[in-house]
RNA sequence: GCCCCGGUACUCCAAUGGCAGAGAGAGUGGUCUCAAACACCAUCCAGUGUGAGUUCGAAUCUCACCCGGGGCACCA
C-alpha cells in the first residue's frame, strides 16, 4: 500500500533533468541530416517582464506538436528568439534614465531562463534578437531590396498619429479608431513617409486565403478577406466646367449613374483644394481645419450629420447631361479609391443623408419592393429612371436586374471613353517609418543633390547613436535627429553634406522575416541562406495569437511574396498551417492588474510544477478556445502525473521483454491508444490526446492491480507507452518515468512505437438492432460479419421479434458490423 | 448594419449521420488514516439554445430565430 502514496518531488527532477537535456541537446536541428525535414514555429515574444499564461499555452500547445514529429523520425526545426525592438523599452528608458537596451536584454535573460525552465524543445543554438545590429543589418538590407524594387516609397499623405506614443501608425494599428498599443485617440496628419506597397499583392495575398482556408483558422483567413476588401465596379469620369482634367469617382454601383445629383470629394484629398473656387476657399479651409481636428473616434461615428462645402464648381453627369455640384465632405475617404464619389441618394445611404441635409434632388435608379420602408434602395430590383420617363439618353438601362445593368453601363463608359470596369481594394499600403529610436533606422541618405540615397550595402548596419533617457522623450519627430554627429553624413553619390533618415521602421517589419532568418541565423554574409529556407521551409506548423491576424500574418505573408518575387526564396506562402491559440483568461475576463485577477505563471510553476501547469493547459479545451483558469484544475493534472508516474514503479519486467507474450486485452488498449494519438495530434485535438492518454492510464492500473500483474509484459510495453505519449506534454515525468523503466534518457527520442495493426481489430463487436430508431438490442457479432448475416441474427432475436410483434417490416437498414435498423 | 465561429450534465469538454459520455474537475457516500491530504471504490447530474425541415435514423446536415465570442464598419 505505501507504494500507491509515494510520490517524486518535482522541483528536483526539474533541476535534474535540465542538466541532463543540456549535455544531451537533444533537439539541435542538423541542416545536414538526411530524415525528412518539418518546421515548428511559435510566435516569438517581446521582451516585457517575464513570461505570462499566455506564452505559456501556446508553448505548451506547440511544443506537443514539435515533440511529436521528434518522436515520429523527422528532423524538426524549433526555433525561438526575441522580438525585441519596441516603445516599451523607450518608455522604460525615459522613465528610469537608462538606454532601451537595458531594459530589453535585461528580460530576455529572464524570459529566456523561464524558457528554460518551461522544459521547450527549442533549439537554442539559433536565438537571436531583432535589435541586435546583427540582424537588423539584414532588416535594412531588405528595406534596400525593397527600395531597390519601388515596393518601398515615401510619399506625403494624411496619416493615422497617435498623439500618446507621438508616432504615426499603420491602418493596421488603428482599432476603433485608437492605438493598439497604447488606446489614445487617433488623430491625423499630414505627413510624408515611407510605405511598403502591400497593395502591389493585394490580389495574390486574397487567392492564396483559399489554399490556406483549410489549414489556417476561419477566423483569420476571414478577417484577412474583410481587411483585403477586393471590390468591384467601374471608374468614370465627370467633366468640370473650366477645367482640363476631369474628377474620375470608384464606384461598385455604376447601374445608379442616372441618379447622381452631386459629387462630393474627401475634403482632405488634393483634388478638393485644387478644385474649391476662390470664392468658396476661406469658407472650405476652415471646414478643412475643423475636420482635421476631429479624432477618428469622432469622424467614424455613423451617427452625427452629414457636413460639407459646396467647392462652387459644376460637374456633368455624362448620361443626363445634367449639371451638378462639387462638394467637399468628411464621409469621403482621401485615400480610398480615387478620394471622390458620385452622389446617389436614391442608392446610398450616406448619399441620401447628405443630400437631405444639403437640400440636393434625390431620383431612384432601382425600383424597390412595394413593402420596402427605407431611404436610399441599396437591393436587388429593376432599372428605373434610366433615364426619367419622357427623357432621351445616349444609354437606356430600364429595366434591367442590377448585374446586367452594372456590365452594360460599364461597356456603354468603356465604348464612348467616359470610364472603364475595374478591381479596387480596401488594403493600403503600409505605413512603415516610426518617430522613434528604439527600432531599425531606415537606411536611406537624403542628399539636396541626389535625393534619396540608399547607404552603401557594405556600410550596413546603421546602427542606433547612443542616446539614452531624455534624449528619448517624443517630440513629434525622431529622436534620432537630435543625434547631429549621426545624422549628418558625407552622400554616398557626390560626397557632399547629406542627412540620415532619421525614422525608425515599424517594428512588425522585423517580425515579418524572422522565420527565414532562423534558418542560418549566425550567417554574417546574408540575410539568409536560399538553400537551407526552401530545405527548412515553409513553416509546417505557426502557433500564434488570433490579435495578429491581420498585422503579422499578412505583413509576413507580403514579404514573402515580395522575396519570392526577388528570387530570394522559392515559398509562396510563409505558414503551412496556422494554428490559433485562445487567451488564458481568469473568472470570465481577462486578466489585468486592474481587474486584480491575474495568474502569476512563476506562481503556478512553483506550486504545481512545469508539467502539471503544461498538462492543464493542454488538456483544458482544443486549443483555440480560451482557457478560464477558474475552471481548471492543475493540482488535478499533479495527482494525475503522480499516478501515471507510479506505474512505473510497478513495472517488474526487464527492459526489451517481449511484449507479444503478454496480456491481450492491455495490449489493444496501448496500440489503439498510440494509434488514436497520432491521429489527434496532427489534427491538433491535443485535449483529446491526453484524454486517451488517461484511459490508457486507467486501463494499466487495473491490470496491475486486478489482472495480470505488474510482471506481465503488456504492463511495461503499455507503461512506456504512457511515457512517450508524456513525453509530448509533460517531459520531466516522462522522463522520471522512463528511468525508473530502467533505460537510458532521453525518452523525447526514442522514436515513436510501432503500433501493430493486428491489435487494433475487434475479436468481436457489439452490433446495435434498432426498431423505428430506437435500440431493442444488442448482438455480439464477428467485426466481418456480411450485412445479409447481421440482419438474419437481428431478425432472430427474441427480443427483437418481440419488439416487431407481428407487424410487417417495411425496411431493414444494415450497417454491418455496427448497426441494424429495422422500420415496421 | 454586414461577415465568421460557437451553444452537450453544476463546470471544462468527448461523441465528424448510427447506443448522447471518452476524459477531467466540483459534489455526495464509503475504504484507508489518530486526523487530513493522497490513493482507491461507489454515486448524483444532460436528451444536446429554440422552432421547423431532410433522413430508416440528427448533438452532427438545411432554414429561421435566440444567446455568447470575434472581425469589418461613412471603403462609395
Not at 538 to 558: I, K, M, Q, S, T
Not at 696 to 725: C, Q
Request: glycine share 8%; aromatic share 10%.
Amino acid at each position: 500500500m505505501s507504494d500507491e502514496r509515494e510520490t517524486y518531488d518535482t522541483a528536483a527532477t526539474e533541476t535534474k533533468w535540465r542538466a541532463v537535456w543540456d549535455d544531451l541537446q537533444p533537439f539541435r536541428a542538423d541542416d545536414d541530416s538526411p530524415r525528412e525535414k518539418k518546421y515548428a514555429l511559435t510566435m516569438f515574444p517581446y521582451p516585457s517582464g517575464d513570461l505570462h499564461m499566455g506564452h505559456a499555452e501556446v508553448t505548451a500547445l506547440h511544443d506537443v506538436v514539435a515533440r511529436y514529429w521528434w518522436q515520429k523520425g523527422y528532423e524538426v526545426l524549433n526555433p525561438m528568439g526575441w522580438d525585441s525592438f519596441g516603445l516599451p523599452a523607450e518608455n522604460a528608458a525615459i522613465r528610469n534614465d537608462a538606454h532601451p537596451a537595458d531594459y530589453t536584454y535585461g528580460n530576455i535573460a529572464t524570459q529566456l531562463e523561464s524558457f528554460q525552465r518551461y522544459g521547450v524543445s527549442f533549439d537554442w543554438s539559433r536565438r537571436f534578437n531583432t535589435s541586435d545590429p546583427s540582424y537588423y543589418k539584414w532588416t535594412q538590407w531588405l528595406f534596400l531590396k525593397f527600395h531597390e524594387k519601388g515596393l518601398a516609397y515615401r510619399k506625403n499623405s494624411p496619416v493615422n498619429w497617435c498623439p500618446n506614443d507621438q508616432t504615426v501608425l499603420a491602418n493596421e494599428q488603428v482599432v476603433d479608431g485608437t492605438c493598439e498599443r497604447c488606446g489614445a485617440e487617433v488623430t491625423k496628419r499630414e505627413l510624408t513617409q515611407w510605405y511598403f506597397r502591400t497593395t502591389a499583392y493585394a490580389q495574390e495575398l486574397l487567392d492564396c486565403l483559399d489554399d490556406l482556408q483549410p489549414t489556417w483558422s476561419d477566423k483569420v483567413v476571414n478577417s484577412q478577406r474583410h481587411w483585403i476588401g477586393r471590390s468591384e465596379g467601374a471608374h468614370v469620369d465627370f467633366v468640370v466646367a473650366g477645367r482640363e482634367e476631369p474628377i474620375t469617382v470608384y464606384t461598385t454601383r455604376p447601374d445608379t449613374i442616372f441618379g447622381t445629383t452631386f459629387m462630393v470629394v474627401a475634403v482632405d484629398s488634393a483634388l478638393a483644394s485644387d478644385l474649391v473656387t476662390d470664392e468658396r476657399r476661406t469658407e472650405f479651409e476652415a471646414y478643412r481645419e475643423e475636420v482635421r481636428k476631429e479624432t477618428e473616434i469622432e469622424r467614424l461615428s455613423t451617427a452625427r450629420p452629414k457636413t460639407g462645402v459646396d467647392l462652387g464648381v459644376t460637374a456633368t453627369n455624362p448620361v443626363t447631361g445634367q449639371q451638378m455640384p462639387v462638394w467637399a465632405t468628411d464621409y469621403v475617404l482621401a485615400d480610398y479609391g480615387t478620394g471622390a464619389v458620385m452622389g446617389v441618394p436614391g442608392g446610398d445611404q450616406r448619399d441620401w443623408e447628405f443630400a437631405t441635409v444639403m437640400g440636393l434632388p434625390i431620383v431612384r435608379t432601382t425600383q424597390p419592393p412595394a413593402d420596402f420602408e427605407g431611404e436610399a434602395f441599396s437591393g436587388e430590383g429593376p432599372a428605373i429612371n434610366s433615364p426619367a420617363e419622357g427623357e432621351s439618353a445616349p444609354l437606356d438601362i430600364n429595366g434591367l436586374a442590377v448585374a446586367e445593368a452594372k456590365s452594360t453601363t460599364i461597356a456603354f463608359l468603356e465604348e464612348q471613353g467616359l470610364g472603364r470596369g475595374t478591381v479596387n481594394f480596401r488594403l493600403r499600403d503600409w505605413l512603415l517609418s516610426r518617430q522613434r529610436y528604439w527600432g531599425a533606422p531606415i537606411p536611406i541618405i537624403h542628399c539636396p543633390v541626389d535625393g534619396e540615397v540608399p547607404v552603401p550595402e557594405d556600410q550596413l548596419p546603421v546602427e542606433l547613436p547612443e542616446l539614452r533617457g531624455a534624449d528619448l522623450k517624443p517630440k513629434g519627430t525622431s529622436p534620432l535627429g537630435g543625434a547631429a554627429e549621426w545624422v549628418d553624413v558625407a552622400c554616398p553619390t557626390c560626397g557632399g553634406p547629406a542627412k540620415r533618415d532619421t525614422d525608425t521602421m515599424d517594428t512588425f517589419v522585423d517580425s515579418s522575416w524572422y522565420f527565414f532568418r532562423y534558418v542560418s541565423p549566425h550567417d554574417d554574409t546574408q540575410a539568409f541562406d536560399k538553400g537551407l529556407a526552401d530545405a527548412w521551409g515553409p513553416v509546417d506548423l505557426y502557433v500564434g495569437g488570433d490579435e495578429h491576424a491581420v498585422l503579422h500574418l499578412l505583413y509576413a505573408r507580403f514579404f514573402t511574396k515580395a522575396l519570392r518575387d526577388m528570387g530570394l526564396v522559392s515559398w509562396d506562402e510563409p505558414f503551412s498551417s496556422y494554428l490559433s491559440q485562445g487567451k488564458v483568461i481568469n473568472n470570465g475576463r481577462k486578466m489585468s492588474k486592474s481587474l486584480g485577477n491575474g495568474v502569476s505563471l512563476g506562481d503556478q510553476l512553483e506550486e504545481f510544477g512545469v508539467d502539471a501547469v503544461r498538462l492543464t493547459l493542454v488538456f483544458a479545451s482544443p486549443p483555440e478556445d480560451n482557457i478560464d483558469w477558474a475552471d481548471v484544475s492543475p493540482g488535478g493534472s499533479v495527482r494525475f502525473l503522480q499516478r501515471a508516474w507510479r506505474l512505473s514503479g510497478d513495472v517488474t519486467s526487464e527492459p526489451g521483454v517481449d511484449p507479444s507474450a503478454g496480456d491481450t486485452a492491455l495490449r489493444k488498449v496501448t496500440h489503439k491508444t498510440l494509434h488514436e494519438a497520432e491521429t489527434l495530434v496532427e489534427s491538433h485535438r491535443f485535449n483529446v490526446m491526453v484524454a486517451r492518454t488517461m484511459e490508457l492510464v486507467n486501463a494499466t492500473r487495473k491490470a496491475i492491480d486486478s489482472g495480470p500483474g505488474g510482471s506481465d509484459p503488456a504492463v511495461r510495453e503499455a507503461v512506456e507507452a504512457v511515457a512517450i505519449l508524456l513525453s509530448l506534454v509533460a517531459p520531466y515525468t516522462a522522463e522520471e518515468m522512463w528511468e525508473r523503466l530502467g533505460h537510458q534518457p532521453t525518452v523525447a527520442r526514442v522514436g515513436w512505437p510501432v503500433v501493430d495493426e493486428a491489435l487494433l481489430v475487434e475479436d468481436s463487436v457489439i452490433a446495435v438492432v434498432q426498431i423505428q430508431g430506437k435500440v431493442r438490442a444488442r448482438l455480439e457479432v464477428s467485426p466481418d460479419i456480411s450485412e445479409a448475416d447481421l440482419e438474419a441474427a437481428a431478425m432472430a432475436d427474441a427480443g427483437v421479434v418481440r419488439a416487431i410483434d407481428g407487424r410487417p417490416v417495411r425496411k431493414v437498414v444494415v450497417r454491418a458490423p455496427k448497426l441494424v435498423n429495422i422500420v415496421v
